[in-house]
């Protein structure tokens, strides 16, 4: 069978790419730029980022972390038959600095990040949940 929504899943797999290959540059804007204004990210251990400048800030504190280090496992991207909603779901591992012992921690987890496909045409995150 043919997926009708393989060019917009295909699309929206390389908007994720981009996104992780901005956020190991340590592109805080380019990063930001992937995300729809009122988007929330959702990650433990803080409390959700559920507006522009809590998003730019979660962002921004992110890449400062200097043991930033992150790889994502996807493993089912889905878009709506009206093609203009994409969820993508998988596993990732992240190594960050611990805030009381300022050392190296490595943890994973699974997320969910759903995407809205913009006036333009391009695809922007406006749920980001990791757990």
Do not use: C, H
Not at 56 to 84: F, M, R
Not at 101 to 128: C, H, M, P
């Amino acid at each position: 069978t043919t997926n009708l929504n393989e060019p917009a899943t295909d699309a929206v797999n390389r908007t994720a790419e981009e996104i992780l290959a901005a956020l190991l540059a340590k592109d805080s804007a380019k990063v930001n730029s992937y995300y729809a204004p009122d988007a929330v990210i959702a990650t433990p251990g803080r409390p959700a980022a559920k507006d522009g400048r809590a998003v730019t800030k979660a962002i921004k504190d992110d890449i400062a972390d200097p043991n930033l280090k992150i790889t994502v496992s996807n493993e089912k991207t889905e878009v709506s038959g009206s093609g203009d909603m994409a969820y993508r779901r998988g596993s990732f591992k992240i190594t960050t600095t611990n805030p009381q012992t300022k050392q190296a921690e490595q943890s994973e987890g699974t997320y969910l990040a759903v995407f809205r496909k913009q006036a333009d045409g391009n695809w922007k995150i406006a749920e980001d949940f990791g757990v």
